[in-house]
């Protein structure tokens, strides 16, 4: 049996003044990395966490230019993995450590902490946390804008594409099958979820294992702050690293344009509970990686330029998932039954059920999810929230207010839906405050924004319905 790590006598919150990497450990035999971390300064005892990952045995020989481009990704990885940590005293300083970084990875690994800690400052009441001051070495110069691709990297190679159960994984992950560019898919700790998913696809899973230090979940447990992390800035450098230990192509995202819309604005910033699947934080890293590597197309969102109703309508374009689709963060925690796949009382899973209905009948929404929330009368509060009646957008994972009144006007004309509770009360709240912005459905379906993904890669999403209605959103 582990014994628990023993912390020092503390006195919370805590007030140490500096939040420090330190060690930087990678074993190339084994594929364990150690990322430590320290809070110093203060009136109470430094406080050292040590992160280990392991990664399976790469399939390409992990040397030379291949060696070096992954040990840049877990440096990079080391300062932005350290949010987990820093969270718990937030304080006012960041030292970076040994690691020497380009101005391009200076500003993600800066805008990480600041922008992707925004709601966890909010929620803590800790505005100092949007003026975090970094320290590091002297910035390395930046390859030349015409330097031509590693030798190590092909755009060609099969793609890593990250899956988180949702549909919107799921599309791209389809996408990529039918394309035939034989995608492997990609995890951080797997679930029965993932798998799940990942075997109705037929494709190959790489896994990462990431091991919090336990000293965190007990500093937790005695009251240090917490609160929401950008995980996905980890999970997306984790998946990168990944890629290029195993000689594969680029890691295909499937963060969408909804992602990039805030949930309100605090201290004059807006704070985002997604920024890290946003549109800016996809350009800045996407400017890190090729200021350390050289190499351009490693990293994108396939779905950048749609939104989260344009997702859902490429989903039902098959049912080979419908046993499988999960998004309810609720189904991911360890004592769930693997049998059960939404708590249905979620705002991910109001949000989705919403978001698939005008796409699909009835009968095919309740056998997804079990329930039909929307001739469930509990489930208008929540509802309301999503729609942006008397409170911001809920800090999920969710589409953009005028999205979800764009998808309840819709369902009210269309015969299955139309008699259901939920939406008859809805659409009344919507006429009720025609200040709030909305848009028609015609609109959701035909507005894009700007991609920053290959066009050959982005072509693929016409595969889902054999027309180019992926991208100009006709029905």
Known sequence: MTREPQLPELRLPLDHTVFRCTEFRVEDSSGEVALGYQLSGGSGPAIDFTEVLRFPAGSAELSGERREAFLAILRLLHAVAGVSYFKAAAPPTVELGVHLFTAAELDYVSAVYRHGLREFAYRNDLPAVLETRFTAGAAEPAPAADAPDASWFSIDA???????????????????????????????????????????????????????????????????????VPVTAVNS??????????????????????????????????????????????????????????????????????????????????TAYDGVLTSCNNAYTIDRPATERWCGHCPKCRFVFLALAPFAEVDRLVAIFGADLLRD???????????????????????????SRAAVVRLGELAGWRDAVVV????????????????????????????????????????????????????
């Not at 990250?162 to 992950?173: N, W």
């Not at 039918?178 to 979820?193: D, E, K, L, Q, S």
């Not at 929540?382 to 005028?402: A, D, T």
């Not at 609109?443 to 209605?469: E, I, K, N």
């Open 424 to 475: 008859g009360e809805l659409l009344a709240d919507v006429a009720a405050s025609p200040a709030t912005p909305s848009l028609t459905w015609s609109q959701v379906l035909d507005r894009h924004a700007a991609s920053y993904a290959p066009d050959s890669f982005v072509r693929s999403l016409d595969l889902l319905t054999g027309s180019a209605a992926a991208r100009s959103g006709q029905p």
């Open 237 to 318: 450098l984790l998946a990168v690293a990944t890629s290029i230990r195993h000689g594969l192509g680029p890691v295909v995202m499937s963060n969408e344009s909804s992602a990039s819309s805030p949930n309100l604005y605090w201290q004059g910033e807006p704070v985002n509970h997604q920024w890290s699947k946003g549109a800016a934080a996809e350009q800045a890293l996407q400017a890190a990686l090729h200021s350390r590597l050289g190499v351009t197309g490693l990293y994108f969102s396939l779905l950048r330029h749609l939104n989260e109703l344009q997702i859902a309508r490429l989903f039902t374009a098959t």
């Open 158 to 228: 099969p793609p890593l594409v990250p899956c988180g159960g949702g549909k919107d994984s799921i599309v791209s992950t389809e996408a990529m099958i039918r394309a035939g560019r034989n995608p492997v898919a990609f995890a951080v700790n797997p679930n029965h979820i993932i798998t799940g998913v990942v075997e109705a696809a037929g494709l190959e899973l790489i896994s990462v294992t990431r091991t919090l230090d336990r000293r965190l979940f007990q500093l937790n447990r005695q009251g240090a702050y917490n609160g929401h």
């Open 377 to 403: 009368e509990s489930q208008l509060p929540g509802y309301r929230e999503l729609l942006g009646i008397g409170s911001f957008k809920p800090f999920e994972c969710v589409g953009e207010i005028p999205e």
